[in-house]
Structures are given as structure tokens and as C-alpha cells.
């Protein structure tokens, strides 16, 4: 069974820093593009970034650039996000998710986390 | 970045109605749109990819079409556990979602 298990979440102040973690098992992420994905409650998804396979390249939604930072460790079957000077419309639910080449869609998610940035 | 915009935001409907679900892109895609599921609470599941492809395990009552900027989601026959929010989502760049459709019970 596939399972991305999120972890990392909480309450953090504005201008904090929050590293959110996704743990797979059943499911070997070196093959595929990994991504966070958010969500406000009650909202619509926002993909946030997404690194490639080998790590070579990472890209990000305008709105984090030079503030999150996406990793992986393809040995630990683990997906990263690095969360600096958060603000308050960071406030969101936080998915990892896989991206299967074959679809060209997002195939297995995580249950979330909860990230609340408030002062 | 490419806009995803879905119509209506939420429909009312009843088991065993035809529902379906526009999705319109600001430019071209070709046929690089997805659809997911969603309930309350959980993670999204991927429903239909490539605009029109069942993902694995669907019911065949769900099916997509369209292509460039115009894209539909029907469900032929709605269930009791069809009742969700879907979102609609391009894969041609940069990946970016629809605001979503809430279904809800008539």
C-alpha cells in the first residue's frame, strides 16, 4: 500500500521558520517528480513546488521563491520543505505529492499537514 | 501562468443525475488537464488525466473531454459517494488548479 505520511506542521509567528517532512513507504519516490501542493481551508490547491527525480531541478510558485526551499533523499524515501519568513498567507494545509509521467498527473498524496502561521 | 477557471463554483443535484463540470484554461494546453476528487477533509484523488483517460480504478460513470482551452468532466449517473468537490488542473506548464466545484446533495 502507498503511503506519504506529512509531518512537521504547526503554529508558527510571522517571519518564522517551519521544515515539513513526507515519509514514503510502498511507494519509491526516486522515480517520480515530487511536489507540495497547499490548500486553505475551504480554498482551492495551489501547488507550491516540485523537484525533479534526481534533484537537479526544483521549481517554485512565485509567491515562495527565495523563502522555501523543496529537497529530497531519494535513500530515505523522503521529501522535504524548508519554510522561512512565513507570512500569514502561507496559513494552509500541505501536501506532498507524486507526480507519475505516465498520467502527467498528481497519482499519490500525502493526508496533509496543517501549517498556521499567526502572531 | 496559465489560469484555470471552473464553472459553476457549486451545483445541487440529486442520485442519478447527468452532472458536468467545465474547466477553461487561459491558453492552450492541448490535452494536459486532470481531474481529482476530493471529500471532506482528505487528500485529492486523480480521477481522469490526459483530459479524457480514467485513471486506474474509476468508475466508468466519470469520463473527460475537451482539449486547447475547453474542458468537461461528466458523471453520468451521480452516486452517493460522488458527492465532493472536484478541481481541475493543467500539466502543460507549471502545474495550477481550478478553484474547484462543490456537488451537493439536492
Known amino acids: 500500500e502507498v503511503q506519504l505520511v506529512e509531518s512537521g506542521g504547526g503554529l508558527v509567528q510571522p517571519g518564522g521558520s517551519l521544515r515539513l517532512s513526507c515519509a514514503a513507504s510502498?511507494?519509491?519516490?526516486?522515480?517520480?517528480?515530487m511536489s507540495w501542493v497547499r490548500q486553505v481551508p475551504g480554498k482551492g490547491l495551489e501547488w507550491v513546488a516540485n523537484?525533479?527525480?534526481?534533484?537537479?531541478?526544483?521549481y517554485y510558485i512565485d509567491s515562495v521563491k527565495g523563502r522555501f526551499t523543496i529537497s529530497r533523499d531519494n535513500a530515505k524515501n523522503s521529501l522535504d520543505l524548508q519554510m522561512n519568513s512565513l507570512r500569514d498567507e502561507d496559513t494552509a494545509v500541505y501536501y506532498c505529492?507524486?507526480?507519475?509521467?505516465?498520467?502527467?498527473?498528481?497519482?499519490?498524496w500525502g493526508q496533509g499537514t496543517l501549517v498556521t502561521v499567526s502572531s | 501562468d496559465i489560469q484555470m477557471t471552473q464553472s459553476p463554483s457549486s451545483l445541487s443535484a440529486s442520485v442519478g443525475d447527468r452532472v458536468t463540470i467545465t474547466c477553461r484554461s487561459s491558453?492552450?494546453?492541448?490535452?494536459?488537464l486532470n481531474w481529482y476528487q476530493q471529500k471532506a477533509g482528505k487528500a485529492p484523488k486523480l480521477i481522469i488525466y490526459?483530459?479524457?483517460s480514467l485513471h486506474s480504478g474509476v468508475p466508468p460513470r466519470f469520463s473527460g473531454s475537451g482539449s486547447g482551452t475547453d474542458f468537461n468532466l461528466t458523471i453520468s449517473s451521480l452516486e452517493p459517494e460522488d458527492f465532493a468537490t472536484y478541481h481541475c488542473q493543467q500539466s502543460y506548464s507549471s502545474p495550477t488548479f481550478g478553484q474547484g466545484t462543490r456537488v451537493e446533495i439536492k
Open positions: 490526459a483530459a479524457f
Open positions: 510502498g511507494f519509491i519516490i526516486s522515480n517520480y517528480w
Open positions: 505529492a507524486g507526480e507519475d509521467v505516465l498520467t502527467g498527473g498528481f497519482d499519490y
Open positions: 491558453q492552450n494546453i492541448r490535452h494536459s
Open positions: 523537484i525533479k527525480q534526481d534533484g537537479s531541478e526544483r
